[in-house]
């Protein structure tokens, strides 16, 4: 079946440093992809997007690209910021349903 | 625009009582989502519902109800409470255009003991 893997945390970075957050997936026919963040206490919110093989999603300073070769759907970020410490969920849909299926969230802790 | 709104925020129930979690959005939403958040597992969907009067099951129904008799609303009912059920509830909503960008509530912290 389809599904999601992404890296276990806490990823722990200090302010400014290079951010990746692995995910790859898994799924039968040709998947949107999307990471959500969580802040704490907080509802999930959509941070980028793509739909397409080579799409580039982008927000925030946030960065992702959509990788068919590999499966894959990694989340970058330059220059990371206290700010940015959430959890972040990678997902995937296939238009056959309304599901979005879910990867179990990565926690990002981010040291001044 | 208040967005999803979701109460309680906390509750605590015993073993076999029921109850219900509200939800309510006021951006016009046709699709709205139940989930529940467990430590390890991502979220994973209840119940969710296409419009008005329509609703179906997702990956882990048991023990849950649903009901949407108004597009503004979509309320969670615990039937029979059990301690595998502690876990934080999120209501979601989404245009039916582009169901897989979700607007989340800020969710309900269940324990059941």
């Known amino acids: 079946g389809n599904s999601v893997t992404q890296m276990e945390g806490p990823v722990t970075l200090s302010e400014e440093a290079f951010l990746t957050i692995n995910c790859t997936y898994t799924?039968?026919?040709?998947?949107?992809l999307f990471w959500y963040v969580q802040y704490p206490g907080e509802g999930l919110q959509l941070l980028l997007k793509?739909?397409?093989a080579d799409d580039k999603g982008s927000n925030k300073g946030f960065e992702a690209t959509y990788r068919k070769e590999t499966t894959s759907f990694h989340l970058e970020k330059g220059s990371v910021q206290v700010s940015d410490s959430a959890v972040y969920f990678c997902?995937?849909?296939?238009?056959?349903?309304?599901?979005?299926?879910w990867g179990a969230g990565t926690k990002l802790i981010i040291k001044p | 625009n208040a967005g999803v709104t979701q109460t309680p925020k906390f509750q605590v129930l015993k073993t076999g009582q029921s109850m219900t979690l509200q939800c309510a959005q006021d951006?016009?939403?046709?699709?709205m989502s139940w989930y529940r958040q467990d430590p390890g597992m991502g979220l994973r969907l209840i119940h969710y519902s296409v419009g008005a009067g329509i609703t179906d099951q997702g990956e882990v129904p048991n023990g849950y109800n649903v009901s949407r008799s108004t597009t503004e609303d979509f309320p969670l009912r615990l039937l029979s409470a059990a301690p595998s059920q502690t876990s934080v509830y999120f209501c979601?909503?989404?245009?039916?255009?582009?169901?897989?960008?979700?607007?989340f509530g800020p969710g309900t912290r269940l324990t059941v003991t």
């Open positions: 997902a995937l849909a296939m238009d056959s349903n309304y599901q979005l299926i």
């Open positions: 979601a909503s989404s245009y039916s255009g582009r169901p897989y960008e979700q607007y």
């Open positions: 951006m016009n939403h046709e699709y």
């Open positions: 793509a739909t397409k």
């Open positions: 799924a039968t026919g040709y998947p949107s």
